[in-house]
């Protein structure tokens, strides 16, 4: 039903892939070459913006491909005994990408898994929600690739 509009999409994200590589070469190519401590004000504005740019365009293009990649195990995450969680004895830690199912059985729809990153701080391991806001790893069932 959907065919067509997920291979364009897929195909765009594609484009997404190799436009970002493109800019990270160009870019790196350019800062190479310069000295941004001797570049007037305007132009290390620019160029703040344009390291920016490429910081953001690298994390969608690494969200893209780890998207697409194999699925190694999926099951609920468990807390071991040194704190870090598992699946399927799997662990997983900060920056670990995930995806985590999000239930919909309220509206009969079932659910869907949603991508998201293990995170860490001094009060333990959580991942964030579309909306930022922080969930506990306890009994979540995830896929990690």
Do not use: C
Not at 49 to 65: C, G, M, T
């Amino acid at each position: 039903m959907y065919k067509k509009e997920i291979q364009r999409l897929s195909s765009s994200a594609d484009d997404i892939v190799i436009e970002a590589q493109k800019y990270e070469v160009l870019f790196s190519n350019f800062f190479s070459k310069i000295n941004e401590e001797k570049l007037p004000s305007e132009l290390r504005n620019k160029f703040a913006v344009y390291r920016e740019i490429l910081k953001h365009a690298v994390a969608i293009s690494e969200l893209i491909e780890k998207s697409r990649a194999d699925i190694l195990v999926e099951g609920t995450l468990v807390q071991k005994i040194n704190g870090h969680y598992a699946v399927q004895g799997v662990e997983v830690r900060k920056g670990t990408y995930i995806e985590f199912w999000v239930d919909e059985l309220q509206n009969n729809l079932g659910g869907y898994f949603q991508p998201s990153i293990i995170d860490y701080d001094q009060s333990g391991y959580f991942m964030l929600s579309p909306e930022g806001k922080r969930l506990s790893l306890d009994g979540q069932l995830v896929r990690v690739k």
